[in-house]
């Protein structure tokens, strides 16, 4: 497995996730959807023994992940991200075209009864508060190019919130409307995590950035 590397010092390792890659093993209770012989957590075990995952990426989504080479590092990032502290941003292709040029979603998230393993979205509440701001970048015939900043991190935020308001990713199979056709050569969710601040322990601020992978800039050019 070849995973790249943006940053690294003693306490921190910024990686470059590539699409399909499990960051943990399946729960014995879920059905696996791919070959999980390899996951992220247990390739960065084998090289880094105490590393700890502080965040996470969804299967089908590429980008930045930082990862702590120790436990305190671990618990200084973990209360970043409560502290919304960190900052994220990520690039999203979704079905047409949204009529305000900006805006901002709050809607809390919990898992939906009536679809396993999905989330759904209701009025926000204190217990489940998620709050995703978008931008648009560019509009083509019937997609929209956006700029994501998700302020919380509930489970599949981005996706769920967007489809919420009628514009689901381009390529995600569990939130897109039935009648949505994925873009041909599209073989993933068109979600990529572009961008991410945050703190080291001595204080100094960091910013990374991952381009977007060749595949989905292919996608682009084709529209």
Known sequence: ????????DNDILVINKPAHLLVHPVSRFAK?????????????????????????????????????????????LKQQFKDRIIKKKYVALVYGILKDKKGIIVKSISKSRKRGGSQTTAPIGKNREAITRYEIIQEFPSYSLLEVSPETGRTHQIRVHLASIGHPIVGDDKYKFKRQKTIAGLNRQFLHAKYLKLSLLDGEIKEFYAELPEELSNILKNL
Do not use: C
């Open 1 to 8: 497995m070849e995973i790249p590397t943006i940053f690294e």
């Open 32 to 76: 696996a959807t791919r070959d999980e012989s390899e996951t992220l957590i247990e390739f960065l075990v084998s090289k880094y023994p105490n590393a700890e995952l502080v965040h996470r990426l969804d299967q089908d989504t590429s980008g930045i992940m930082v990862v702590a080479k120790n436990h305190q590092t671990a618990e200084f």
